[in-house]
């Protein structure tokens, strides 16, 4: 770029600069023509949550906000409007952080944020307002405190409990708007029921693997939660982000657009008759934005409307939930919320053994000098690049059928090792958590012939278990 051009581009910045500085100087004015002071006299250090409650905006907070007060959708009553709102937002997580955040940013007046559980180190990859110094700390209070760090003025409402029937209505009626950042069936349903029960909106979001979406229930006209799943799914068939994975810039993006969704919900509520006011777009009520990260696609789906057989958003004559009380949504769903990575209990006891019993068999067969069992970790490949127990083989779970064949080869060549009249074979089935293992004893007992002397056990808790009661140092992930 010559001299000349970069001059030009200099002067072009400089007139755009000044621009919203003329604007910025406008809404100074407006506001002091409204007989409004620049400075709340109440409280010189300009810390002042409830300025806008009082009619204006301080000096302070008008440099604060000054990037969207000259925005045309938000100007001085939109932002006296996010001053007097407040946002619950149930889920300190992936999507919770940035949304909280954001919220936090533009001015939101209260920020309620509801988590029962801990800052793990397994969370600060996607969770992003949680430290290193914030592990074994209240989700809650974690998120808290960078609220408050970022925007003192916000008034922040640290809920650290779990959510169930008996404080649900209490907590939602309490908020303007709630958000869904939760990750499991149960907690859903009971968040969307008290939503529509105590008449707030609900900005629900959700992220797995390399996608996201995001929509809002109860607004307006629109569908709810039940209206378009009236039935949970097997809780069997449930994946969280702790089984599934998740790149944690999707709940990153989706907790943002939930943040953005909430503050036009809130800004639509300014008269649109007020002063170089404008109204905002439409929400994603009876829509559903799908982002699949891996390709970069975004896509709108249109959702059915709203059930007039609901059970809980029909009306009152005819809806059979009339309290969340009343519900009990863990036996609905099949699997509570504070139980999404309890295991599986398919095999009887006589069939499992625990990590510390295995490790029993493993010392007895270094003292033998000889291997006599065989040990096959049904993880995908990928996951057993990241650990392995030794002298473990490989035969994934989704392949067994296909690879029945290697299979049976395998232990076939173990039960040539072992001596006449020596015990069968013993096998023992591994996995990440213990679910998994459990469902592959009961497919290998059908795909193995009968009369093979062999008995198949899994591992209880798979190797998350054999970390925590056996090697401290084997990695849990």
């Known amino acids: 770029m ?17 621009d919203k500085e003329d604007e910025i100087a406008r809404l100074k004015l407006l506001i002091g023509t409204a007989g409004l002071p620049e400075i709340d006299k109440e409280d010189p250090s300009g810390r002042t949550p409830t300025a806008a409650r009082h009619g204006h905006l301080t000096k302070d907070e008008v440099s604060r906000y000054s990037r969207q007060l000259i925005l045309p959708q938000v100007g ?6 996010l001053a007097n709102s407040s946002v619950l937002i149930l889920g300190a997580g992936g999507l919770g952080c940035p949304a909280a955040i954001y919220l936090a940013a533009a001015g939101v007046g209260h920020v309620g944020v509801v988590d029962y559980d801990v800052v793990e180190v397994s969370n600060l990859h996607r969770q992003i307002m949680h430290r290193e110094a914030s592990v074994g700390v ?10 408050r760090s970022l925007n003192s003025r916000v008034r922040v409402t640290v809920h650290d409990v779990q959510l169930d029937g008996s404080n649900a209505m209490d907590m939602v009626s309490g908020y303007d708007v709630a958000l869904d950042c939760s990750d499991n069936p ?15 909106p609900l900005i629900s979001g959700s992220a797995l693997r390399w996608e996201g979406q995001l929509t ?8 709810c939660y039940r209206c378009l799943y009236p039935t949970p799914p097997n809780p069997q068939f449930v994946t969280n982000c702790s089984d599934g994975g998740v790149i944690g810039a999707v709940p990153g993006l989706i907790g943002t657009l939930q943040a953005m969704e909430t503050i036009k919900l809130l800004l639509a509520e ?28 975004f896509r709108t789906v249109s959702l059915r409307p709203k059930q007039l057989d609901c059970a809980v958003c029909a009306s009152p004559q005819t809806r059979t939930i009339n309290r969340v009380q009343d519900v009990d949504y863990a036996l609905f769903c099949g699997r509570g919320p504070h139980d999404k990575d309890e295991g599986l209990r398919i095999l009887k006891g006589e069939d499992r053994v625990t990590a510390s019993e295995f490790r029993n068999v493993v010392q007895q067969s270094l003292e033998m ?16 690049s990241i650990c392995s127990l030794p002298d473990s083989v490989n035969v994934p779970f989704e392949n067994l059928e296909e690879r029945v064949d290697e299979l049976k080869e395998l232990v076939n060549r173990h039960l040539a090792r072992k001596d006449a009249g020596q015990s069968p074979l013993s096998v023992y089935v591994v996995c990440r958590r213990g679910n998994n293992s459990q469902l592959a004893v009961e497919r290998m007992r059908t795909l193995l012939p009968a009369d093979w002397p062999v ?12 970390a925590e009661q056996v090697d401290p140092l084997f990695p849990i992930y």
Not at 5 to 18: D, N, P, Y
Not at 186 to 200: E, F, H, K, M
């Open 2 to 18: 010559s001299n000349t051009e970069e001059q030009k581009e200099i002067a072009h910045l400089r007139s755009l600069l000044k």
């Open 76 to 81: 001085v009553e939109g932002q006296k409007q």
């Open 138 to 147: 209240s989700k809650a209070a974690s998120l808290a405190q960078a609220v």
């Open 186 to 200: 149960a907690t859903r349903y009971l968040i969307n029921d008290a939503c529509v029960l105590a008449g707030r």
């Open 216 to 223: 809002v229930y109860n607004y307006r006209d629109g569908p």
């Open 270 to 297: 300014v008269k649109p008759d007020t002063s170089n006011h404008c109204r905002i777009g439409p929400s994603f009520s009876g829509r559903l934005l799908v982002f699949d990260g891996e390709s970069a696609m």
């Open 369 to 384: 000098e000889r291997r006599p069992y065989l040990l096959i970790d049904v993880r995908p490949h990928l996951e057993t």
């Open 455 to 466: 008995v198949i056990k899994d591992i209880v808790g798979g190797l998350q278990a054999w």
